[in-house]
């Protein structure tokens, strides 16, 4: 279980990312968060994952706790080893090695065996990985990369998978395919599933609850079909009807619900 409370995150010392957010993620639970570019979701991502520093960004105020352990000011590998791992945006991946080599990466605290069985699961679910497991990730398809980097993941045996805009420059086609992969995954390993998403048609097809976040704030939170049903959120996130510049001001200064 996730929980963040009150997070402030500021880069840099000045530029605030995160202005007081507050989410969790329960046991098995899925969970999007959604919101615009800008809004401050990788941020989160980041401040999760103990990736912050990376970032020249830091928690100002706040906490995370992973499972009832604060989790806050730990760096990424004692935050993985508490069951929490990130596939961050941007498919970040070894492109000059094999996926046979970078998941012996991802899956390098495991001992021999289980890698060998993680390795033989990971190309089971993925039999289009397997045909190509020895050729240069860098030249997968997107869609493929995303599913490498979802292996990579599962030998890292989270309980909680955080995973951010894994759709981004994907055919509707793929983005559907990595969805059900993603709904898949947490179902059938009991995984806490918090899906970081500017897609949000997608991201609602598989979650149980969602937050939207715009400019570092929560103004949305409740169960997906609630979001589904909400005028705005559908309006502005998923398009449903076109919103015209003017319409999108309207909607700012009637939208400060929260
Ligand atoms: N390393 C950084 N240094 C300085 N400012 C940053 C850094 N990373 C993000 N920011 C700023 O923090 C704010 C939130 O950015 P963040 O990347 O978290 O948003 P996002 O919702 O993930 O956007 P996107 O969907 O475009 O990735 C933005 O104003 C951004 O410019």
């Known amino acids: 279980m996730l929980v963040v409370e009150n997070l402030k995150v500021v880069y840099r010392g000045v530029i605030l990312a995160l202005d007081g957010v507050s989410?969790?993620?329960?046991?098995?639970?899925?969970?999007?968060?959604?919101?615009?570019?800008?809004a401050g979701k990788s941020s989160l991502v980041r401040a999760v994952a103990g990736l912050l520093p990376k970032f020249e960004g830091r928690v100002l105020d706040g906490h995370v706790r992973l499972h009832g352990t604060e989790s806050t000011q730990l760096d990424p590998v004692r935050v993985s080893a508490l069951g929490l791992t990130a596939v961050l945006e941007g498919r970040p991946l070894f492109r000059y090695l094999?996926?046979?080599?970078?998941?012996?990466?991802?899956?390098?605290r495991l001992p021999p065996r289980e890698l060998k069985a993680g390795m033989e699961?990971?190309?089971?679910?993925?039999?289009?990985?397997?045909?190509?497991?020895?050729?240069?990730?860098?030249y997968l398809s997107g869609g493929e990369q995303q599913m490498l980097l979802l292996g990579m993941a599962l030998l890292t045996q989270p309980k909680v998978l955080v995973v951010d805009e894994p759709s981004?420059?994907?055919?509707?086609?793929?983005?559907?395919?990595?969805?059900?992969?993603?709904?898949?995954?947490?179902?059938?390993?009991?995984?806490?599933?918090l899906l970081v998403e500017q897609n949000a048609r997608a991201a609602l097809s598989i979650v149980d609850r969602v937050y939207v976040l715009e400019r570092g704030r929560v103004v949305f939170e409740g169960d997906a079909r609630a979001a589904q049903e909400d005028q705005d959120v559908m309006?502005?996130?998923?398009?449903?009807?076109?919103?015209?510049?003017r319409q999108a001001r309207r909607y700012r200064r009637r939208k400060r619900w929260v």
């Open 23 to 38: 989410l969790e993620v329960r046991a098995k639970e899925a969970v999007a968060l959604l919101g615009p570019n800008g």
């Open 98 to 108: 094999t996926p046979v080599e970078n998941l012996v990466a991802a899956g390098h």
């Open 121 to 138: 699961e990971v190309f089971a679910r993925f039999p289009r990985l397997y045909e190509r497991r020895h050729e240069q990730a860098g």
């Open 168 to 193: 981004l420059g994907l055919a509707p086609r793929l983005v559907e395919e990595v969805m059900r992969t993603l709904d898949t995954l947490r179902r059938e390993k009991g995984l806490s599933l």
């Open 235 to 245: 309006e502005f996130y998923l398009g449903k009807e076109e919103v015209g510049f």
